[in-house]
């Protein structure tokens, strides 16, 4: 059975960071895709970062060169700093794995006060 567990969110002043993190259990970690997304109140969840089991990244352009994906494959945790965060990037946000299909955690949620 595979697990995500998110942690990490919370509440935090515009301009602050935050790290989020997200433990995989029941897959191997090495091999799978990760990935978060966000789902902000009244809009569809949106792709935040991704990065594949060779490390390459990708980025939504309203995050890009403020938050950082990183993976930890010997502790099965993929990571994503925000930097420079503003109240456009308060929102549920899950991570996800992907190897041959998709598996979700249960979202932490992040709230930016202006």
């Known amino acids: 059975q595979v697990q995500l567990v998110e942690s990490g969110g919370g509440l935090v002043q515009a301009g602050g960071s935050q790290r989020l993190s997200c433990a995989a259990s029941?897959?191997?970690?090495?091999?799978?895709?990760m990935g978060w997304y966000r789902q902000a109140p009244g809009k569809q969840r949106e792709l935040v970062a991704t990065i594949t089991s060779s490390g390459s990244t990708n980025y939504a352009g309203s995050v890009k060169g403020r938050f950082t994906i990183s993976r930890d494959n010997a502790k099965k945790t993929v990571y994503l700093q925000m930097n420079s965060l503003n109240a456009e990037d308060t929102a549920v946000y899950y991570c996800?794995?992907?190897?041959?299909?998709?598996?979700w955690g249960q979202g932490t949620q992040v709230t930016v006060s202006s």
């Open positions: 029941g897959i191997i970690f090495s091999l799978a895709a």
């Open positions: 996800n794995a992907y190897l041959r299909t998709d598996y």
